[in-house]
């Protein structure tokens, strides 16, 4: 099965090691690549990918609306999103789904154990990596899930237009309350520019404090810390438990993500 990640940069990905990881567990012969797509060329590199007997890819940033614009049809999930981070090819029609909100859902719930009904939920974004983890959260009968942005107006947005699914709201940053929530999660790239975004301390006492990025001990991880969250978690354990679901989503094989975690936590340590 040839299989392959694009993105640019994607030199950093380590999709390749996870879905070869996924590929010995479950008896499954693939070669799987990373593929830098220029800015401007995602649809021609898609198309030549799929013309040389590629049968699935995953997508990274920045083209997630671009492969939600490229595939014929979409599930639940990338609908809602308006972005997909996985196309399998099925005969001549594009299938998209976006696998990160599950991802997120399966690493809380899952691996660290965490009960999502009836808690109160503060994101902090508005973007792309927000719209794909919003219906999967809600799914699991939050209580309310509260969207945090630089921008209101964007924020108040995007709460609107998951009203149909459950309880949200959306406000400006500088309106984070001091008063505690269960879970924060850190949906903004501020933390790749070594900035944490300027909110109420408060908010962080006794929360479990949830990174979707991974690999580093990010700006809000420390101030999480410092302001006495009780969980403290990067994206590891999303980005192996997406892949689990994208790769499943192809070979219809549930792979284990556990021991998965763990390889991937040693090799990137």
């Known amino acids: 099965?040839?299989?392959?990640?694009?993105g640019n940069p994607i030199e950093h990905s380590l999709s390749p090691n996870i879905h070869m990881l996924f590929a010995q567990q479950t008896n499954?012969?693939?070669?799987?690549?990373?593929?830098?797509?220029?800015?401007?060329?995602?649809?021609?590199?898609?198309?030549t990918f799929i013309n040389q007997g590629g049968i699935g890819f995953n997508i990274t940033v920045p083209f997630k609306v671009d492969a939600f614009q490229l595939a014929d049809q979409h599930s639940l999930n990338a609908?809602?999103?308006g972005a997909l981070n996985t196309i399998k090819v099925d005969g001549k029609i594009l299938i998209g789904e976006n696998t990160d909100g599950i991802g997120l859902?399966?690493?809380?719930?899952?691996?660290?154990?965490?009960?999502?009904?009836d808690k109160t939920l503060l994101v902090l974004g508005a973007g792309g990596a927000t719209r794909g983890i919003l219906l999967p959260l809600l799914q699991q009968q939050t209580k309310r899930i509260m969207i945090a942005n630089r921008t209101a107006t964007k924020a108040i947005q995007l709460a609107k237009n998951f009203k149909p699914y459950g309880k949200t709201c959306g406000f400006g940053l500088e309106k984070v309350k001091?008063?505690?929530?269960?879970?924060i999660i850190n949906a903004t790239s501020?933390?790749?520019?070594?900035?944490?975004?300027?909110?109420?301390?408060g908010v962080?006492?006794?929360?479990?404090?949830?990174?979707?990025?991974?690999?580093?001990?990010?700006?809000?991880?420390?101030?999480?810390?410092?302001?006495?969250?009780?969980?403290?978690?990067?994206?590891?354990?999303?980005?192996v438990e997406q892949a689990a679901a994208a790769f499943e989503f192809w070979t219809g094989r549930q792979p284990n993500t556990p021991t998965v975690i763990q390889k991937i936590m040693a090799l990137n340590a």
């Open 1 to 6: 099965m040839k299989l392959a990640v694009f």
């Open 28 to 47: 499954v012969e693939i070669e799987y690549e990373k593929i830098l797509v220029p800015l401007d060329g995602f649809a021609k590199t898609a198309k």
């Open 79 to 81: 609908q809602i999103a």
């Open 105 to 117: 859902v399966n690493d809380l719930t899952k691996n660290l154990g965490i009960d999502l009904r």
């Open 178 to 183: 001091h008063d505690p929530v269960d879970i």
């Open 190 to 201: 501020a933390t790749l520019d070594g900035q944490m975004p300027n909110i109420a301390n």
């Open 204 to 239: 962080a006492k006794n929360a479990i404090c949830y990174d979707l990025m991974y690999g580093q001990h990010t700006p809000f991880m420390h101030w999480a810390q410092n302001n006495n969250a009780s969980m403290v978690v990067d994206g590891l354990g999303m980005l």
